[in-house]
Structure formats: structure tokens, C-alpha cells
């Protein structure tokens, strides 16, 4: 199993970045995909989900506005696209695959993280 | 919104037992998992449904949840466990994670 993930981005404020995760090693359609992101120094926050058989989407209540998760079942690859960035959305941004199959339940494969640095 | 509390830090010496402890309202209720990370690397599933362990993960790493509280128990601690824990619950359509456990092997 393994989940890879887009490379380093540098947006500035206002601005949308879509980060990539191409998983392989497994049925595509069998796991959900969880998003969650991480401040330097500090936790993990969970995003949201999605499944990858239906598409249906669960998110962050405080992100719900600003977050779509998406994803592409031909190439087994998952998407999540933050608009309107402001600089504490400065994280690395992890995907997950997710055993929930109708909601978001727990991690056992995650990609590499990818850093998403808002700046002016 | 649900909520899980760790304890910022916790210090162990080398081939001791230590237990990190992760509070929320009737947790037991619920199934709490533990990811291990450690530095510059991304998080590592180490406990599953409150008391598994996963594929490749040594069985020093033990979890028990009842009542308010979920552990995880490391045996025989050793200097590569030295990283971040965090617990982790799912509630109703959301992923709740506690706030990190630094655990430092003196």
C-alpha cells in the first residue's frame, strides 16, 4: 500500500491549492480517504473525508466553507483543494487511507504530507 | 464538538512501563486509536479499536479504554519510541484527535 502525494506549494493569501494523493497497492474503491493537516509544532487536525466509492464527502465543520475533496477513480487518486488560503493555513497536509467506508473512522496507510506554505 | 485531552509530555528511563492517557466524556464508549509520530515523519497507526495492534507493530505497545480514559501502555520502553502520540476517536461523521503526548525516553 502506498499513498503519494503532490510536492511543496507556496501560494499567497486569497489564493487555492489543490494537493494531490495517487494511491496504489490496494482496491481504490474499498477505503475512504481522510485529510488532515498539521501546523509546524503543533497536532493533527482532521479535515474531512471522502469516499472513494461514491464520493461522498464529510468535512471540518470549520473548514466546510473553504474545503472540497474529490477524487478520480480511473487513476486511483484523491484531491482536496483549499481556497481563499491565509497564512495559519501554513501546514503540511496529510491524506490517509481511511477504513470508514460510509464515514470517516481511522488511519492505517498515510501519504508523505505535503507543504503548503501561505505567504505575501 | 467531542473532545480528547493528553497530557503535553511524558517522560520515561529506558526498559521501563510507561502509559500515555487520552480523556474524553464515556470514551469507553467508543473505540480510541493511537498514531505514533515521529519527528519529520508522518504518523504511524500503533493501536486500533482500543486494544490491536497492527501488522509490524512490536507488542510493547498495549491499549486498554474504559470508562473516560483510554492508554496506551509501552513495555520495555526503548529510545526509538521517543516521538509524539496523539489518540484519536471518530464521533457521529467527524475524526476527533487529542492534542499530543511528547514522550521523552531519559
Known amino acids: 500500500v502506498q499513498l503519494v502525494q503532490s510536492g511543496a506549494e507556496v501560494k499567497k493569501p486569497g489564493a487555492s491549492v489543490r494537493v494531490s494523493c495517487k494511491t496504489s497497492g490496494y482496491t481504490f474503491v474499498s477505503f475512504g480517504i481522510s485529510w488532515v493537516r498539521q501546523v509546524p509544532g503543533q497536532g493533527l487536525e482532521w479535515m474531512g473525508w471522502?469516499?472513494?466509492?461514491?464520493?461522498?464527502?464529510n468535512y471540518a465543520q470549520n473548514l466546510q466553507d473553504r474545503v472540497t475533496m474529490t477524487r478520480d477513480t480511473s487513476s486511483s487518486t484523491a484531491y482536496m483543494e483549499l481556497r481563499n488560503l491565509r497564512s495559519d493555513d501554513t501546514a503540511m497536509y496529510y491524506c490517509?487511507?481511511?477504513?470508514?467506508?460510509?464515514?470517516?473512522?481511522?488511519?492505517?496507510?498515510w501519504g508523505q504530507g505535503s507543504l503548503v506554505t501561505v505567504s505575501s | 464538538s467531542y473532545e480528547l485531552t493528553q497530557p503535553p509530555s511524558v517522560s520515561v528511563s529506558p526498559g521501563q512501563t510507561t502509559s500515555i492517557t487520552c480523556s474524553g466524556d464515556k470514551l469507553g464508549d467508543r473505540y480510541a486509536y493511537w498514531y505514533q509520530q515521529r519527528p519529520g515523519q508522518s504518523p504511524v497507526l500503533v493501536i486500533f479499536q482500543d486494544t490491536q495492534r497492527p501488522s509490524g507493530i512490536p507488542e510493547r505497545f498495549s491499549g486498554s479504554n474504559s470508562g473516560n480514559t483510554a492508554t496506551l501502555t509501552i513495555s520495555g520502553t526503548q529510545a526509538l519510541d521517543e516521538a509524539d502520540y496523539y489518540c484519536?476517536?471518530?464521533?457521529?461523521?467527524?475524526?476527533?484527535f487529542g492534542g499530543g503526548t511528547k514522550l521523552t525516553v531519559l
Open positions: 490517509a487511507r481511511d477504513w470508514g467506508a460510509s464515514s470517516p473512522k481511522y488511519f492505517d496507510y
Open positions: 471522502i469516499s472513494t466509492y461514491n464520493g461522498n464527502t
Open positions: 484519536q476517536a471518530w464521533d457521529r461523521d467527524s475524526v476527533v
